[in-house]
């Protein structure tokens, strides 16, 4: 027999409601999933279904209907097949598709379409670019995430990475500026080519 607290809902209530919440999360992930939304307009029989599937889901986990065990494992597999879909899907970008991109923001690269390393990754993964030197002078927030990206004084937030898959670079700009810097600053001289950028975001 479940133990019950004095509001009268027994613990085990308590774990599945709690239970019920963390599956309406996994659900609006999948939801808001950018894949997601451009599969589902396909209206192929494949995306149909899966369509349904969601929308089954949803209607169970947002009832006011009591939510149970089996339900939760039903829930719990059908989030996971959806899921598992959705990482199957191809990019939606392509690599033709991202050299364009590159070559469209690459007019306000201090040095041209031949640069390279003015692509980033914030900590999620989620794609954007730094234009002029490549070094950041100002910090935003991903449109994607909503976590810190961009930087000061040529220097990015911690989790920054190089996005190679935009411009093919092992590296991000600011790793040379920082060495300047650091040359700089040994040698009492004023650093160099320090331009302020204008922070632009392009989320893949």
């Not at 390279?116 to 910090?139: A, D, L, R, S, V």
Request: net charge negative.
């Amino acid at each position: 027999m479940a133990a019950a607290n004095p509001g009268g809902i027994s613990t085990q209530e308590e774990q599945i409601e709690m239970a019920r919440g963390a599956r309406i999360l996994s659900l609006f992930e999948i939801m808001s999933d950018v894949k997601y939304q451009m599969t589902i307009k396909s209206k192929t029989s494949d995306t149909i279904e899966m369509k349904e599937i969601v929308g089954n889901m949803e209607t169970i986990l947002m009832s006011c209907d009591k939510y149970t065990l089996e339900l939760d494992k039903k829930i719990q597999k059908n989030i996971e097949k959806i899921q598992k879909e959705i990482d199957g899907l191809p990019d939606l970008v392509t690599k033709e598709e991202r050299q364009m991109i590159n070559e469209a923001m690459s007019t306000s690269f201090a040095t041209g379409n031949a640069a390279q390393g003015h692509w980033c990754k914030c900590p999620n993964n989620h794609i954007y670019c730094i234009t002029e030197c490549g070094g950041p002078m100002e910090q935003a927030s991903c449109p994607e995430c909503k976590c810190v990206i961009g930087g000061e004084n040529h220097r990015h937030v911690s989790g920054t990475t190089v996005a190679t898959e935009m411009d093919g670079a092992s590296s991000m700009l600011f790793q040379t500026v920082e060495l300047v810097h650091t040359l700089n600053s040994r040698s009492n001289q004023p650093a160099k080519h320090v331009v302020e950028i204008d922070l632009r975001r392009v989320v893949l």
